[in-house]
């Protein structure tokens, strides 16, 4: 048996047509080189997931590169923020000490010292 073949030059193309009702249409078409028919196939919804698809991939690249810029400044400022936190706590109990102290040796100089306070 012998085979033989044709070569036929195709080309494919995507393409964007309005259709009668003034929607935008995406269009997959198949077009021989030789002839003057060809394939066409409505590939609107496809065009739509893969516009949603990049669309989505771009909003999770945001994402992760937010996350990985607001680490490295989160920390530092929330090492800053505990300390700032201890040492409000500290020096309140240090002015109390303090202020009990002052208390005790202006009621020495004033003659009734508090063997208690003291």
């Known amino acids: ?8 030059e195709a080309a494919s ?5 309005v259709d009668p009702e003034r929607q935008i249409v ?6 021989s080189s030789n002839r003057v028919h ?4 409505d590939i609107t919804k ?9 669309q989505a991939q771009k909003l999770e690249s945001v994402g992760r590169l937010a996350a990985g810029v607001a680490h490295p400044i989160n920390a530092p400022i929330q ?5 700032v936190r201890f040492l409000q706590t500290t020096v309140e109990d240090v002015m109390l000490v303090v202020a009990k102290h002052q208390n005790s040796a202006q009621r ?3 003659g ?7």
């Open 1 to 8: 048996m012998v085979w033989s073949a044709i070569l036929i």
């Open 13 to 17: 193309f995507d393409d964007r047509v």
């Open 26 to 31: 995406h269009v997959a078409s198949a077009k």
């Open 38 to 41: 060809g394939v066409a196939l």
């Open 46 to 54: 496809q065009a739509n997931l893969e516009q949603e698809l990049r």
């Open 79 to 83: 090492f800053v923020n505990d300390s």
């Open 108 to 110: 020495m100089l004033d």
């Open 112 to 118: 009734q010292p508090d063997l208690e306070a003291a």
